[in-house]
């Protein structure tokens, strides 16, 4: 076995300083702490704030009654892919459910439940109006609720909202 003897270089002819070394250590941490901080900083939310969802009446004579709900942006615009879902109770079916303009794509999901979703984004303060006509019944109701999409979040938004009704009532929340 043989044993290396060589001296250790001395601090003039090390091709690699220790103080270059200290330096390069020193500037590690602050790239270190930023990449880290990093997927924090892209997975924030958009907060579009204090949207609201109203129920509606109205009726149309002849024993048939408009309602549905109004969706009005807060103070920044609902984005596209924000969801509304509807679901009526004691009715047979909630009919043709309708939407103001042509944000929105109206998917049937039974007789008794629709799926509304942002196809474009409302505007901050603007109204998207959702109507059905049914049929007035013996004690009905319609209930809808918003889901923003993966990313935002809504503080102190009215979120649901129901419509119910009898052979001559109509309440709206």
Not at 60 to 81: K, M, R, V
Not at 92 to 113: D, E, F, Y
């Amino acid at each position: 076995m043989s044993h290396d003897s060589t001296p250790a270089p001395l601090d003039a002819e090390r091709i690699v300083s220790r103080r270059s070394v200290t330096a390069a250590a020193a500037w590690t941490v602050p790239v270190v702490a930023v990449a880290v901080a990093t997927p924090s900083a892209a997975a924030s939310t958009i907060d579009v704030g204090a949207f609201q969802l109203n129920g509606t009446c109205g009726t149309l004579g002849l024993g048939l009654l408009s309602t549905g709900f109004d969706l009005t942006a807060g103070p920044t615009a609902l984005p596209t892919g924000t969801t509304i879902v509807v679901v009526g109770g004691g009715l047979a079916n909630i009919g043709v459910l309708t939407t103001s303009g042509s944000l929105a794509a109206v998917n049937v999901v039974n007789p008794t439940t629709r799926s509304i979703v942002l196809t474009a984004p409302l505007a901050a303060g603007a109204t998207l109006a959702l109507r059905t006509t049914i049929n007035v019944s013996l004690g009905w109701s319609l209930s809808a609720s918003v889901t923003v999409p993966t990313g935002y979040t809504a503080t102190g938004a009215k979120a649901a909202a129901t419509t119910s009704g009898t052979l001559v009532l109509c309440n709206a929340s």
